[in-house]
């Protein structure tokens, strides 16, 4: 188990590093990040080097038996860059520049800033590539944060070149992006632009290239990056670190150039959902490359400073968090950073080593919790078997389901969490994948939202059914190609046949409001009067057993063609069609499709059956409120993230203690990594 924090020693006198290696020891810290935004210091002038200071907090670091993660520096760029060579700069869409005095402020596509950062890396990686300290290599800084999408002149020539690469000529573009509409025909390559400010609505197949194009540009600089380092001799692993669920970057088609997962995860104490919602990050970042260990690499010990209000964790949370990282795959905790900024935008930012000292309750959690980790003994590696459900969840979906111009407006990343909420407070794991990775190691897989398919997707998804795999899809499934062009013959065209049904109309529902809302993340009293979620927000639907359950967003039109009607649409606009179907296959697969987005309640219910129907376990049956058990091969992690003790039953011995866990009270925050016998 890894175990550290970045580390700025360019921010302090050289005196304060003895004492940090000092205290590193003294809090089990194992590794640190070294030089993220070092470049302005080791290249203070166009034609000097600077790597003394390098070389000598290396060997301090080596010294006291502290790895280096050794940083790229790419991330910001030194001001005398800006002025000897503005086309580095990134630009908005209204075509301002974006100067230094921040960070981030390149543009990935700039021929000038890959040239010059090829030459950092380059005498980096000669220098550093054989140092036995170092044992990562950390490529520039999450990319694409802060400035997820930038219009220069540099992107613009390099768009052109994507498109021309994607499409061949002109005439395959304007195809593509349906450029017959509003008289957008393209009669060549110079006049194809990024999509800058314009009037009225853009058009949305360009807009989705451009998600798709920038996220190449980071991904050609990690290579680019990546290549020089290898050319070097090195032999370590090579990473970029990611943000979770970020939509600007495609982490899903990164995921097989890196070659180990890094993520950083800076959860709101605030949010009602944070368990859930940092659960689900670390699933995905989990599922980017099954059956492999990531690594944490960034969190905070305490306080942010970039929220409007920057709250403490409660005590017990940083240590309950790290558990769940671990649980659901993580060999290895980081955090931003070692030791508190003195001076800069983030000198609030909580740290390893606080500003007020090592008698503050971070350090003292902090330093105890890198001893716990440290006791470990060796943890199973994810295992391939320990989710049985597949979550699909898909970039270039998210890109094209959030252009404007469509039935209603949907926050795509906030529905499928909720998809999630409902498996991971049953204590199902899942795996969160693009439709094309959802196989026969799955038993169940739900694709909700999934308005753009792929052939590739589409196939695997009929090819899971067709061999005994529960699908569940819908709503708003299925309606687009891979240019964000409805598929000629109506909606449902790929995925019809295998569910039995066919859409003849969405018809969205209002927006559920900001009550109805909150009341979704358990935040909003029921009663709270003014604007109580109206009638219409809503519709109702009947099982067949009975049972009432509540749907927003759409009440889809279906035909029912060859398929059974679990439930049926009661009140809306759909009222009497069918709601919620299923198709049986001779393999035994089914193949659901749900026509609204279950409430809660009805999402519980909804999954209830799907996982009964395909034979899926969760981890532990029967779970108090706020308690999360996650399987790492077969080590079970149980946490109560709720505000009250909560009494859970495991088999199996607690790996720190060697004891019997049997049946225990957790207190709130508490948690047990617990050696079992229990098998999904
Ligand atoms: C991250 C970044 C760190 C630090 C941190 C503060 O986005 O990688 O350098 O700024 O946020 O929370």
Request: aromatic share 10%.
């Given at each position: 188990?890894?175990?550290?924090?970045?580390?700025?020693?360019?921010?302090?006198?050289?005196?304060?590093?003895?004492?940090?290696?000092?205290?590193?020891?003294?809090?089990?810290?194992?590794?640190?990040?070294?030089?993220?935004?070092?470049?302005?210091?080791?290249?203070?002038?166009?034609?000097?080097?600077?790597?003394?200071?390098?070389?000598?907090?290396?060997?301090?670091?080596?010294?006291?038996?502290?790895?280096?993660?050794?940083a790229t520096a790419t991330?910001?760029?030194?001001?005398?860059?800006?002025?000897?060579?503005?086309?580095?700069?990134?630009?908005?869409?209204?075509?301002?520049?974006?100067?230094?005095?921040?960070?981030?402020?390149?543009?990935?596509?700039?021929?000038?800033?890959?040239?010059l950062a090829a030459q950092l890396v380059t005498k980096l990686a000669e220098?550093?590539?054989?140092?036995?300290?170092?044992?990562?290599w950390?490529v520039n800084?999450?990319?694409?944060?802060?400035?997820?999408?930038?219009?220069?002149?540099?992107?613009?020539?390099?768009?052109?070149?994507?498109?021309?690469?994607?499409?061949?000529?002109?005439?395959?573009?304007?195809?593509?992006?349906?450029?017959?509409?509003?008289?957008?025909?393209?009669?060549?390559?110079?006049?194809?632009?990024?999509?800058?400010?314009?009037?009225?609505?853009?058009?949305?197949?360009?807009?989705?290239?451009?998600?798709?194009?920038?996220?190449?540009?980071?991904?050609?600089?990690?290579?680019a990056e990546r290549d020089i380092i290898?050319a070097a001799?090195?032999?370590?692993?090579?990473?970029?670190?990611?943000?979770?669920?970020?939509?600007?970057?495609?982490?899903?088609?990164?995921?097989?150039?890196?070659?180990?997962?890094?993520?950083?995860?800076?959860?709101?104490?605030?949010?009602?959902?944070?368990?859930?919602?940092?659960?689900?990050?670390?699933?995905?970042?989990?599922?980017?490359?099954?059956?492999?260990?990531?690594?944490?690499?960034?969190?905070?010990?305490?306080?942010?400073?970039?929220?409007?209000?920057?709250?403490?964790?409660?005590?017990?949370?940083?240590?309950?968090?790290?558990?769940?990282?671990?649980?659901?795959?993580?060999?290895?905790?980081?955090?931003?950073?070692?030791?508190?900024?003195?001076?800069?935008?983030?000198?609030?930012?909580?740290?390893?080593?606080?500003?007020?000292?090592?008698?503050?309750?971070?350090?003292?959690?902090?330093?105890?919790?890198?001893?716990?980790?440290?006791?470990?003994?060796?943890?199973?590696?994810?295992?391939?078997?320990?989710?049985?459900?597949?979550?699909?969840?898909?970039?270039?979906?998210?890109?094209?389901?959030?252009?404007?111009?469509?039935?209603?407006?949907?926050?795509?990343?906030?529905?499928?969490?909720?998809?999630?909420?409902?498996?991971?407070?049953?204590?199902?794991?899942?795996?969160?994948?693009?439709?094309?990775?959802?196989?026969?190691?799955?038993?169940?897989?739900?694709?909700?939202?999934?308005?753009?398919?792929?052939?590739?997707?589409?196939?695997?998804?009929?090819?899971?059914?067709?061999?005994?795999?529960?699908?569940?899809?819908?709503?708003?499934?299925?309606?687009?190609?891979?240019?964000?062009?409805?598929?000629?013959?109506?909606?449902?065209?790929?995925?019809?046949?295998?569910?039995?049904?066919?859409?003849?109309?969405?018809?969205?529902?209002?927006?559920?409001?900001?009550?109805?809302?909150?009341?979704?993340?358990?935040?909003?009293?029921?009663?709270?009067?003014?604007?109580?979620?109206?009638?219409?927000?809503?519709?109702?639907?009947?099982?067949?057993?009975?049972?009432?359950?509540?749907?927003?967003?759409?009440?889809?039109?279906?035909?029912?063609?060859?398929?059974?009607?679990?439930?049926?649409?009661?009140?809306?606009?759909?009222?009497?069609?069918?709601?919620?179907?299923?198709?049986?296959?001779?393999?035994?697969?089914?193949?659901?499709?749900?026509?609204?987005?279950?409430?809660?309640?009805?999402?519980?219910?909804?999954?209830?059956?799907?996982?009964?129907?395909?034979?899926?376990?969760?981890?532990?049956?029967?779970?108090?409120?706020?308690?999360?058990?996650?399987?790492?091969?077969?080590?079970?992690?149980?946490?109560?993230?709720?505000?009250?003790?909560?009494?859970?039953?495991?088999?199996?011995?607690?790996?720190?203690?060697?004891?019997?866990?049997?049946?225990?009270?957790?207190?709130?925050?508490?948690?047990?990594?617990?050696?079992?016998?229990?098998?999904?």
């Open positions: 188990m890894l175990y550290g924090a970045d580390y700025n020693p360019e921010q302090w006198p050289e005196h304060v590093w003895d004492e940090d290696v000092e205290r590193m020891r003294e809090a089990s810290v194992t590794t640190v990040s070294l030089g993220i935004f070092s470049w302005s210091r080791l290249q203070p002038t166009p034609t000097t080097w600077d790597f003394d200071w390098l070389d000598r907090v290396i060997g301090k670091l080596h010294e006291a038996g502290i790895g280096v993660n050794l991330a910001s760029p030194p001001p005398w860059m800006s002025v000897e060579h503005p086309d580095v700069l990134a630009v908005d869409e209204n075509g301002a520049t974006y100067w230094h005095g921040s960070r981030q402020h390149y543009s990935p596509a700039s021929p000038t800033y890959r040239r220098r550093y590539a054989h140092h036995p300290a170092v044992v990562m950390h800084n999450e990319y694409g944060c802060h400035l997820p999408s930038e219009y220069s002149d540099a992107a613009q020539t390099a768009f052109r070149g994507w498109l021309q690469k994607r499409y061949g000529g002109i005439a395959e573009l304007n195809d593509a992006w349906g450029t017959a509409f509003w008289s957008q025909r393209y009669g060549q390559w110079e006049e194809v632009m990024p999509p800058l400010k314009a009037p009225y609505s853009r058009n949305p197949a360009q807009l989705l290239d451009y998600h798709r194009f920038m996220s190449d540009m980071w991904l050609e600089c990690y290579l290898r001799g090195a032999t370590q692993p090579i990473s970029t670190n990611m943000m979770g669920a970020f939509k600007p970057g495609n982490y899903q088609s990164w995921a097989p150039h890196i070659d180990v997962i890094t993520d950083d995860c800076y959860p709101d104490p605030l949010d009602p959902q944070r368990p859930r919602n940092t659960a689900f990050q670390r699933d995905l970042m989990r599922s980017l490359k099954p059956g492999t260990p990531w690594l944490l690499m960034e969190q905070a010990t305490d306080a942010v400073n970039w929220r409007r209000t920057n709250v403490s964790k409660q005590d017990g949370q940083l240590a309950a968090e790290t558990a769940q990282s671990v649980g659901r795959g993580a060999d290895g905790i980081f955090y931003f950073q070692w030791r508190q900024s003195r001076a800069g935008a983030e000198k609030f930012h909580s740290a390893m080593l606080p500003h007020a000292g090592t008698r503050t309750r971070t350090w003292q959690e902090a330093s105890a919790l890198g001893g716990q980790l440290a006791a470990l003994p060796e943890l199973p590696q994810p295992k391939d078997e320990d989710a049985r459900v597949a979550l699909v969840f898909d970039w270039e979906n998210w890109w094209a389901i959030e252009n404007p111009d469509h039935p209603t407006t949907l926050d795509y990343l906030s529905l499928v969490r909720e998809w999630y909420g409902a498996l991971h407070r049953r204590g199902v794991m899942v795996d969160i994948v693009p439709p094309e990775q959802v196989s026969d190691r799955h038993h169940l897989a739900i694709a909700p939202f999934l308005y753009l398919l792929r052939d590739e997707g589409a196939a695997a998804l009929t090819r899971f059914v067709e061999s005994g795999g529960v699908l569940c899809a819908g709503p708003f499934s299925d309606i687009v190609d891979a240019n964000d062009r409805f598929r000629l013959g109506g909606f449902l065209q790929q995925l019809g046949p295998v569910l039995g049904v066919g859409l003849e109309d969405f018809r969205a529902l209002p927006l559920p409001t900001a009550t109805a809302i909150a009341e979704r993340a358990g935040t909003a009293e029921i009663d709270s009067g003014g604007d109580h979620p109206s009638s219409s927000d809503h519709v109702e639907l009947d099982l067949a057993d009975g049972t009432t359950l509540r749907g927003t967003h759409f009440a889809e039109a279906l035909w029912a063609d060859d398929a059974e009607v679990l439930a049926t649409f009661r009140t809306g606009p759909s009222a009497t069609r069918p709601a919620l179907t299923r198709r049986v296959h001779e393999s035994g697969g089914q193949a659901w499709y749900v026509g609204t987005m279950p409430d809660p309640a009805g999402l519980d219910a909804v999954i209830g059956r799907l996982l009964h129907e395909a034979s899926v376990a969760p981890v532990i049956e029967n779970l108090p409120e706020g308690v999360e058990v996650a399987r790492r091969g077969d080590v079970v992690t149980v946490i109560n993230h709720g505000p009250t003790a909560a009494t859970v039953s495991i088999p199996g011995t607690e790996l720190l203690t060697g004891e019997e866990f049997g049946s225990r009270e957790l207190a709130p925050q508490e948690f047990a990594f617990v050696k079992s016998a229990i098998t999904s």
